[in-house]
């Protein structure tokens, strides 16, 4: 059975830093194309940051990039998304997403996954 699990929400005070884990579960063994998602109360989900199948290309939500780093461990199939210098607007549930098809790159378009994971709750706030 496929399973997207992540873990590593907290609650933090601005400026610090989270580490959020994504843990493939019955994925083959390789570089899977995954994104991370977030969706703050009363808006919509939107992406964040993605990582290809090829080449390891990273891409950023502009309001992100710079004080998010997303990586992968092959061997252990995980997926993480180091978070610094965190802001209140940053606040919301963050899931990770398998990329759909074999396609190598990836996008932070919802429709391009067809597996997420149940999501955990960052909160930043003083």
């Known amino acids: 059975q496929l399973q997207l699990v992540e873990s590593g929400g907290d609650l933090v005070q601005p400026g610090g830093s989270l580490r959020l884990s994504c843990q493939l579960s019955?994925?083959?063994?390789?570089?899977?194309?995954i994104g991370w998602f977030r969706q703050a109360p009363r808006n919509d989900r939107e992406g964040i940051s993605c990582i290809s199948s090829a080449e390891d290309r990273r891409y950023y939500l502009d309001s992100v990039r710079g004080r998010f780093t997303i990586s992968r461990d092959p061997a252990n199939n995980a997926v993480y998304l180091q978070m610094d210098r965190l802001k209140p607007e940053d606040t919301g549930v963050y899931y990770c997403a398998h990329v759909r098809g074999p396609f190598s790159l990836c996008d932070l378009l919802i429709q391009s996954y067809d597996l997420w994971g149940q999501g955990t709750q960052v909160t930043v706030s003083s």
């Open positions: 019955g994925f083959p063994p390789g570089r899977h194309g």
